[in-house]
């Protein structure tokens, strides 16, 4: 899929106020910090379509970005630590959970994965949580270009072992690097087949 257009369209919390269900949309979300908005700025090829920062929960509502006039890419708040109070994460909680139950047109969520951490308590919950719901997921590990592609592996098993505790089958998984631009057209044609095959 070759992105020609990318443009910010909305951004708020009122899942009410979106835009209407009358495009595909592809959301990203992941634990704070997991290097969200970077991996939304590689797959666009926009420098800073998605503001990053260095504070862990910077992303505080949901942000609609048109892509080729054709679907929506959904960036998400983010789950799990954030400095940020008890009150603002149950809020977000909540417009989380309204997001995924009210969007017909959602065809994928991408669940971001920090490859250099075991897997995490967060992230398996949140996943099965999103399988319980009937919400079509896809995992991306993030940040691989900061370890060996043995550690990659590891974390992947580790993870993959524990999903299928649950699991029957395993969505699709990604490996990706921001910095390196690793996965991009993968991801991309994933969306790409999404997309015909909904036509």
Same mark, same amino acid.
């Given at each position: 899929?070759?992105?020609?257009?990318?443009?910010?369209?909305?951004?708020?919390? *009122?899942?009410?106020?979106?835009?209407?269900?009358?495009?595909? =949309?592809?959301?990203?979300?992941?634990?704070?910090?997991?290097?969200?908005?970077?991996?939304? &700025?590689?797959?666009?090829?926009?420098? *800073?379509?998605?503001?990053?920062?260095?504070?862990?929960? /910077?992303?505080?509502?949901? &942000?609609? +970005?048109?892509?080729?006039?054709?679907? $929506?890419?959904?960036?998400?708040?983010?789950?799990?630590?954030?400095?940020?109070?008890?009150? &603002?994460?149950?809020?977000?909680?909540?417009?989380?959970? #309204?997001?995924?139950?009210?969007?017909?047109? !959602? $065809?994928?969520?991408?669940? !971001?994965?920090?490859?250099?951490? @075991?897997?995490?308590?967060?992230?398996?919950? +949140?996943? &099965?949580? !999103?399988?319980?719901?009937?919400?079509?997921?896809?995992?991306?590990?993030? /940040?691989?270009?900061?370890?060996?592609?043995?550690?990659?592996?590891?974390?992947?098993? #580790?993870?993959?072992?524990?999903?299928?505790?649950?699991? @029957? =089958?395993?969505?699709?998984?990604?490996?990706?690097?921001? @910095? /390196? /631009?690793?996965?991009?057209?993968?991801?991309? *044609?994933?969306?790409?087949?999404?997309?015909?095959?909904?036509?």
């Amino acid at each position: 899929m070759d992105i020609r257009q990318a443009e910010f369209v909305v951004s708020n919390t *009122d899942v009410s106020k979106c835009p209407q269900t009358d495009k595909p =949309e592809f959301a990203f979300i992941g634990r704070s910090n997991v290097g969200k908005s970077s991996l939304i &700025n590689m797959l666009t090829a926009r420098k *800073d379509l998605a503001k990053t920062s260095s504070t862990p929960g /910077k992303t505080q509502t949901i &942000n609609h +970005f048109l892509i080729n006039k054709a679907w $929506y890419l959904v960036d998400l708040p983010g789950y799990g630590y954030a400095q940020v109070s008890k009150t &603002n994460r149950e809020s977000w909680s909540s417009m989380i959970d #309204q997001y995924f139950k009210l969007r017909d047109n !959602l $065809y994928c969520t991408f669940i !971001l994965i920090d490859s250099r951490l @075991e897997p995490q308590a967060s992230d398996i919950n +949140f996943i &099965n949580r !999103l399988g319980k719901m009937g919400i079509p997921i896809a995992l991306a590990f993030t /940040k691989t270009d900061k370890m060996k592609q043995s550690e990659q592996a590891k974390t992947r098993n #580790q993870l993959e072992k524990e999903l299928l505790k649950t699991w @029957e =089958e395993l969505p699709p998984i990604f490996v990706t690097s921001a @910095e /390196k /631009k690793t996965g991009r057209n993968p991801m991309l *044609d994933f969306i790409e087949t999404a997309l015909d095959a909904k036509r």
